[in-house]
């Protein structure tokens, strides 16, 4: 092993200019890779985001009684789901709309009988926002005696759900497709660095070195070619997210555990992208 390091370290040392170019080739595929990441990962931050306002809302009748308030209450933080009941009176309702609406507030003054109903508000565990839990819990809302009128928005929120449907499988297909094009990438660079150096490798044949000596030192090229290239494609990554969140639009940035999982994957395609072009010279020679 330590005289396979030492052909490595002396590979990049003959020839900086391939290494060089190998690394800025593995670079720039998994930069690729790392702009679809950054543009997935705030995808879904945004959705998850919108997906926390998703609710049902049960208006009250103006006659309802504590008892079947209580019970509706408590049947409703059962269901599958349910993360959350809660109760507002019609003073309370009165004072979110004065807050939140300029236009009511404006003439709150002059109100002489509060127009706003009593509901209860239905939030989700984040397991629970699908579509078919909030049809489910919305039907069961329809049901109690003290409902009067049950809102969920349920257009808005069928698109919702279709959309991280959507997005999805685009993140599955596309993140597909640039892997495999960095793969073929990273192939072609490693297969250059072996055809460079094919002389070498047709001496070593020669004197009888065996298949596992000769093609040792190219996996560690390999490895610290993919090693610099997801390092390098990391650096891209986060001066372009710079840029856009200085000059753009806020971002978010995607998770350590992404970044270094970017960095194995450049490793990992660099040694099996180094294993595969080796030994299929080796069958040539």
């Known amino acids: 092993m330590a005289n396979a390091i030492r052909e490595a370290a002396s590979a990049f040392k003959r020839s900086p200019l391939l290494m060089g170019l190998s690394t800025l080739m593995v670079g720039l595929a ?49 269901l599958p789901g349910v993360e959350e009941v809660r109760y507002f009176s019609k003073a309370e309702a009165l004072e979110r709309a004065i807050r939140d609406l300029p236009e009511i507030a404006e003439v709150s003054t002059d109100l002489e009988v509060n127009p706003f109903p009593a509901s209860l508000e239905v939030s989700f ?41 959507i997005g999805g499988f685009t993140a599955l297909i596309l993140g597909g497709a640039f892997a495999t ?7 072609t660079a490693i297969r250059i660095a072996v055809f460079a150096r094919r002389e070498e490798i047709f001496v070593m044949r020669l004197v009888g070195a065996r298949d596992s000596l000769i093609w040792r030192p190219f996996l560690l090229e390999g490895a610290a070619t993919g090693l610099l290239g997801g390092a390098l494609a990391i650096l891209l990554t986060w ?15 995607i998770p350590m555990s992404w970044a270094w999982g970017g960095v194995g994957i450049g490793i990992l395609f660099g040694v099996l992208a180094s294993n595969l072009a080796v030994r299929r010279y080796l069958k040539e020679v």
């Open 30 to 78: 998994l930069f690729v890779m790392g702009l679809f990441s950054l543009a997935t990962h705030n995808l879904r931050l945004a959705l998850a985001t919108i997906e926390e306002r998703v609710e049902v809302v049960a208006y009250l009748r103006e006659d309802t009684r504590q008892v079947d308030l209580d019970a509706a209450i408590e049947t409703l933080q059962t």
């Open 125 to 165: 565990l984040p397991e629970g926002r699908t579509a078919e839990a909030v049809e489910a819990v919305a039907a069961i809302a329809e049901g109690f005696p003290v409902v009067e009128d049950v809102r969920y928005g349920r257009e808005w929120v069928e698109r919702l759900f279709f959309l991280r449907r």
């Open 181 to 187: 094009v960095a793969t073929l990438i990273i192939a």
């Open 239 to 253: 001066l372009t997210y710079q840029a856009v969140f200085h000059f753009l639009f806020a971002l978010d940035w």
